[in-house]
């Protein structure tokens, strides 16, 4: 059964920066593209960014310039580099294997107002 889990996230004042994980494990990860997502309380699960297997990114227009997605092959680990961060970027982060309905369990990530 494939396995996705997160780390990374925490209490970060408004401006600081948190770096997010997902670790991946019985799957062929080099082939597949991940995303990023993120629900925030009462409100609908949103994507947050996403990279293919060739590397290739794209952000929601809310954290770019901000967040970067990465991944390491060799680990089938898929980092969010978060920096800047808002107290509208509260929520809760999840990784996903992209066009699946494989997610891990997610992270809290708050930013105090």
């Known amino acids: 059964q494939l396995q996705l889990v997160e780390s990374g996230g925490g209490l970060v004042q408004s401006g600081g920066s948190l770096r997010l994980s997902c670790a991946a494990s019985?799957?062929?990860?080099?082939?597949?593209?991940m995303a990023w997502y993120r629900q925030a309380p009462g409100k609908q699960r949103e994507l947050v960014a996403t990279?293919?297997?060739?590397?290739?990114?794209s952000y929601a227009d809310s954290v770019k310039g901000r967040f970067a997605i990465s991944r390491d092959n060799t680990t089938s680990t898929v980092y969010l580099q978060m920096n800047r961060l808002k107290p509208e970027d509260t929520a809760d982060y999840y990784c996903?294997?992209?066009?699946?309905?494989?997610w891990g369990q997610g992270t809290q990530v708050t930013v105090p107002s």
């Open positions: 996903n294997v992209s066009r699946t309905n494989y």
């Open positions: 990279i293919t297997a060739g590397g290739s990114t």
């Open positions: 019985r799957i062929i990860f080099s082939v597949y593209g």
